[in-house]
């Protein structure tokens, strides 16, 4: 495909997705499944915006895949537990490092951490530096379940068709603290100031469940699908 080539169909998925439609081509997103999580609604929702989507644990899929996403509900050690023992966490971590785009939903944005201290200390993937931490809701009830305002400290790939401050659907009982704010990419408000999303990179986060979250939820995977479009085509 020639550079002229490439430019007009960036343009046209650019155009979708700010529009909130389908993008403009189908890259391949394998949804990582170690046997925990929303995996099938996450799967739904990608075929949704016109993606490619594969929930697959084998790894030559994985690596064959222009996107990577980690679904998760459950506890952190748990997760770890099955990812090495699946060997999924070497894989993700290669995948990361190869600058492939890789999204992680809810628990599987913690898992991109250092560590957390859920039921006992536990070593992530550390795709980012920091630790996760349980919520100091002020007396809330803990998990946080609902809807909640996402303010974004800056603009990126992952939320450039999305307002300032946008409302998703979170189920929570920890939340991330990244070592380095640049990471911090959005926040909400329950109890605390926590950090909803990050991004580093090729390596993106959010807390809150997209594939629960309506129209906002479909625009923002939609938007990671075209920056797994553009790794497709060579952008």
Not at 9 to 27: D, I, L, N, Y
Request: contains cysteine.
């Amino acid at each position: 495909m020639t550079a002229q080539a490439r430019g007009a169909q960036r343009s046209e998925t650019a155009g979708r997705v700010a529009a909130g439609e389908p993008v403009s081509s189908a890259p391949t997103i394998a949804i990582v499944d170690y046997g925990m999580g929303n995996r099938r609604s996450v799967e739904k929702a990608f075929a949704h915006v016109g993606a490619r989507p594969l929930l697959t644990s084998d790894h030559d899929e994985i690596r064959a895949a222009d996107g990577v996403v980690v679904p998760g509900v459950g506890a952190f050690p748990r997760a770890m537990e099955h990812l090495r023992a699946l060997g999924l966490d070497a894989v993700i971590v290669e995948r990361a490092e190869s600058g492939v785009p890789l999204l992680g939903i809810c628990l599987g944005m913690q898992l991109l951490f250092e560590r957390s201290v859920e039921v006992e200390p536990c070593e992530g993937l550390g795709l980012l530096r920091g630790e996760v931490r349980p919520l100091a809701a002020g007396g809330l009830r803990v998990p946080h379940i609902g809807w909640n305002v996402v303010r974004f400290t800056r603009a990126c790939r992952l939320n450039a068709a999305l307002p300032a401050e946008t409302a998703f659907y979170h189920v929570h009982s920890l939340a991330p603290h990244p070592t380095d704010p640049d990471d911090v990419l959005g926040t909400a408000e329950y109890g605390e100031r926590f950090v909803s999303a990050v991004a580093r990179e090729n390596v993106f986060g959010v807390q809150f469940h997209p594939e629960k979250s309506s129209t906002a939820g479909l625009r923002l995977l939609a938007s990671f699908s075209a920056a797994c479009d553009r790794e497709r085509v060579g952008a």
